[in-house]
C-alpha cells in the first residue's frame, strides 16, 4: 500500500512564510510527478506546482516569485516553500504524486493540510 503524509499547514500572517512537506511510503517502486494542489472554499482543486523526477518545475501564475517547489527523491518527498503568503493562498493544500507500486500505480493524494493566512 501507498501512503501520502503531509505536514507544515498553519496559520501565518500576509507576508509570512511557511514550507509544506509530503513524503510517499510504502512498495514504491519509482515516482514520477508530484505536486502541490489546492482548493478554496467554494472553489475547485487548482495545481500550484509540480516538479518532475528530473526536477522540472511548473507554477501557476498566481504563485511564480513567492513558491518554490522542490523534492528529496532519496526520500520520496516533495517540499513547498511559500513566502510573501497572501490571503488568497488560504485553502487546503493537497499533495499528488504519479507512483509505480507494487501494489496499485496510479495518482495518489494525501490528505490535505490546512493554510490559512490573515490579513
Known amino acids: 500500500q501507498v501512503q501520502l503524509e503531509e505536514s507544515g499547514g498553519g496559520l501565518v500572517q500576509a507576508g509570512g512564510s511557511l514550507r509544506l512537506s509530503c513524503a510517499a511510503s510504502?512498495?514504491?517502486?519509482?515516482?514520477?510527478?508530484m505536486g502541490w494542489y489546492r482548493q478554496a472554499p467554494g472553489n475547485e482543486r487548482e495545481l500550484v506546482a509540480d516538479?518532475?523526477?528530473?526536477?522540472?518545475?511548473n507554477y501557476a501564475d498566481s504563485v511564480k516569485g513567492r513558491v518554490t517547489i522542490s523534492r528529496d527523491n532519496a526520500k520520496n518527498t516533495v517540499y513547498l516553500q511559500m513566502n510573501s503568503l497572501k490571503p488568497e493562498d488560504t485553502g487546503v493544500y493537497y499533495c499528488?504524486?504519479?507512483?509505480?507500486?507494487?501494489?496499485?500505480?496510479?495518482?495518489?493524494w494525501g490528505q490535505g493540510t490546512q493554510v490559512t493566512v490573515s490579513s
Open positions: 516538479i518532475t523526477s528530473g526536477g522540472s518545475t
Open positions: 510504502g512498495s514504491i517502486f519509482r515516482i514520477n510527478t
Open positions: 499528488n504524486a504519479d507512483i509505480i507500486s507494487s501494489w496499485a500505480s496510479g495518482h495518489y
